[in-house]
């Protein structure tokens, strides 16, 4: 069974521009989640949709966007990139919504803001 | 307020040594999940374990074992005969019955010696 994908693995952007990750669940996961990863600031959760709702949002500003697909897969957007993007962008996907579920990360996309 | 504190941060051991990884968290909830996370340099986090609030059952998985204490609010972690292949951050969190983000603790670089 293939785990959760993420592309792409790595970029590289310029201030002001914007960026889309992609996640694609493992098969049959209806609940997809993000979190940023950086040295300051630890793992922080961004938001989490389930059946194309946005379910729970972290404190980020509204820069940070997402969505999900009929077919479970998701995307962020940040826009009007800052310096401080600069993190690893995990996506991860579990079965539910609701604290019961094991959660699965994929490997991450690297973003690098110059 | 949720919280996981992991005060270690960093370990260093040498091969076959036995190292214990601290976790600390706070919940109002009375029921609630904890999990053990290892990233690897290439930034996946890989599942080790998910407990619920009410197994306080320690748990041993090869040469890993769990001790939950609700007592002390803590969640510890044992590699038993440690190996290189161990080296990696090892991340502990907490999520809550109604919403499944994940709360984060800071986590613990373990390196293994050869």
């Known amino acids: 069974k293939a785990g959760v994908t993420q592309t792409p693995r790595y970029l590289i952007k310029t201030r002001g521009q914007q960026v889309t990750l992609s996640c694609s669940p493992i098969?049959?996961?209806?609940?997809v989640s993000w979190y940023q990863q950086t040295p300051g600031q630890g793992l922080q959760f961004l938001f989490e949709y389930f059946s194309e709702t946005q379910r729970n949002k972290g404190n980020f500003p509204g820069r940070f966007s997402g969505r999900q697909f009929s077919n479970s897969r998701s995307e962020m957007n940040v826009s009007t990139l800052e310096l401080g993007d600069s993190a690893l962008y995990l996506c991860a996907s579990s079965p539910f919504t609701g604290g019961g579920n094991t959660i699965y990360f994929g490997e991450g996309s690297w973003l690098t803001v110059v | 307020a949720q919280k996981v504190t992991q005060a270690q941060t960093e370990i260093s051991v040498v091969e076959k040594e036995d190292v214990t990884l601290d976790c600390v968290y706070e919940t109002r909830d009375t029921t609630y999940y904890l999990f053990w996370y290892k990233q690897p340099p290439s930034g996946e986090l890989v599942f080790l374990i998910r407990?619920?609030?009410?197994?306080?059952q320690n748990e041993i998985s090869g040469r890993y074992s769990w001790n939950f204490q609700k007592s002390t609010s803590s969640f510890n972690f044992t590699i038993t005969a440690s190996q290189v292949v161990d080296s990696a951050v090892y991340f502990c969190?907490?999520?809550?019955?109604?919403?499944?983000?994940?709360?984060f603790g800071r986590g613990t670089q373990l390196t293994v010696w050869p």
């Open positions: 407990r619920n609030s009410f197994d306080e």
């Open positions: 098969s049959g996961h209806r609940s």
């Open positions: 969190a907490l999520s809550e019955l109604a919403l499944g983000r994940l709360y």
